[in-house]
């Protein structure tokens, strides 16, 4: 048996992609863990979804201009995870009612459009690719699942488990993690220790890296153990103005020379929310 879903139900949220997603969820109430979103698509009038290998571009969505109907086209080479995030995304060009088609037979979204954060954005479609974005991960990843993930102290250990119960890729969970956890986060994706983006919580401090740039001396994070623990690092090597900030960094390290490094500055000592066992702590600490 199918999922059964009410797509006229939606209509009445209008176009903002998280409600679009809250919506859904709604509807989805018993589920729970990694969320059927093959299943979700196929209830909302996606009549199929295809994976074929694909060099260009990292998934489709064939429709009309009205969009009664679809098919969602994702790329054989990409992980499974990776795939179900590309549905996700292309399920909302196929539900927002103000997308526009990209081209005559539908929407054709590139790697980086997966990854494109600008809402903002003049150009239709970097907008239109960044709503997708927004759509996929709280479709995906709502907040109500990762909660029991944000309540322990920043950590990749957590953002390893929270890709593999939702199944997404870890890059997916560690930036909705940075994302949606109280403290002040950043995540940097690099390649053979060359930064390739990074994502940064609203509140943190302005990041001294560029593309391409090579990283600060990583801590930790092998071979042999490819997660390494959370460290203190000087704030001089990895900030603009690092003004005496305390951080501390973990890094995961994958196949292929690629990495992620979480970076978390730890609060001043005059921040008026700090418990009195942190101030104990920290004087304590500047004894010894
Ligand atoms: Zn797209």
């Given at each position: 048996?199918?999922?059964?879903l009410?797509?006229?139900?939606?209509?009445?949220?209008?176009?903002?992609?998280?409600?679009?997603?809250?919506?859904?969820?709604?509807?989805?109430?018993?589920?729970?863990?990694a969320?059927?979103?093959?299943?979700?698509?196929?209830?909302?009038?996606?009549?199929?979804?295809?994976?074929?290998?694909?060099?260009?571009?990292?998934?489709?969505?064939?429709?009309?201009?009205e969009?009664?109907?679809?098919?969602?086209?994702?790329?054989?080479?990409?992980?499974?995870?990776?795939?179900?995030?590309?549905?996700?995304?292309e399920?909302?060009h196929?539900?927002?009612?103000?997308?526009?088609?990209?081209?005559?037979?539908?929407?054709?979204?590139?790697?980086?459009?997966m990854?494109?954060?600008?809402?903002?954005?003049?150009?239709?479609?970097?907008?239109?690719?960044?709503?997708?974005?927004?759509?996929?991960?709280?479709?995906?990843?709502?907040?109500?699942?990762?909660?029991?993930?944000l309540?322990?102290?920043?950590?990749l250990?957590?953002?390893?488990?929270?890709?593999?119960?939702?199944?997404?890729?870890?890059?997916?969970?560690?930036?909705r993690?940075?994302?949606?956890?109280?403290?002040?986060?950043?995540?940097?994706?690099?390649?053979?220790g060359r930064?390739?983006?990074?994502d940064?919580?609203?509140?943190f401090?302005?990041?001294?890296?560029?593309?391409?740039?090579?990283?600060?001396?990583?801590?930790?994070?092998?071979?042999?153990?490819?997660?390494?623990?959370?460290?203190?690092?000087?704030?001089?090597?990895?900030?603009?103005?690092?003004?005496?900030?305390?951080?501390?960094?973990?890094?995961?390290?994958?196949?292929?020379?690629?990495?992620?490094?979480?970076?978390?500055?730890?609060?001043?000592?005059?921040?008026?929310?700090?418990?009195?066992?942190?101030?104990?702590?920290?004087?304590?600490?500047?004894?010894s």
């Open positions: 048996m199918g999922l059964s009410d797509r006229m139900a939606l209509d009445d949220v209008g176009a903002n992609p998280a409600r679009i997603a809250g919506a859904i969820h709604n509807q989805l109430k018993d589920v729970k863990g969320v059927p979103v093959f299943e979700v698509a196929m209830a909302l009038d996606i009549l199929d979804i295809r994976i074929e290998p694909l060099t260009t571009f990292e998934g489709a969505l064939v429709t009309t201009a969009r009664g109907e679809g098919s969602i086209l994702l790329n054989k080479n990409a992980s499974r995870q990776r795939q179900r995030f590309t549905a996700g995304h399920l909302l196929f539900l927002s009612p103000i997308h526009r088609p990209t081209s005559e037979d539908g929407f054709w979204c590139s790697r980086a459009d990854t494109e954060r600008r809402l903002d954005a003049q150009d239709l479609h970097q907008r239109q690719e960044a709503e997708a974005n927004v759509f996929a991960i709280e479709l995906l990843a709502p907040r109500s699942y990762i909660k029991p993930y309540r322990r102290a920043p950590s250990g957590a953002v390893m488990e929270m890709a593999s119960s939702l199944d997404i890729s870890k890059e997916a969970a560690a930036r993690y940075v994302e949606c956890h109280g403290e002040t986060l950043a995540v940097v994706f690099s390649r053979n930064v390739l983006y990074f940064v919580a609203r509140d401090p302005r990041l001294a890296l560029g593309k391409g740039m090579s990283l600060p001396k990583l801590t930790g994070g092998s071979d042999e153990t490819p997660l390494g623990a959370m460290e203190e690092v000087p704030s001089d090597d990895w900030l603009s103005t690092p003004s005496g900030v305390e951080m501390e960094a973990q890094t995961l390290q994958q196949q292929n020379g690629y990495a992620m490094t979480l970076l978390h500055v730890l609060a001043d000592e005059d921040d008026e929310d700090m418990g009195i066992e942190d101030a104990y702590d920290r004087f304590t600490r500047s004894r």
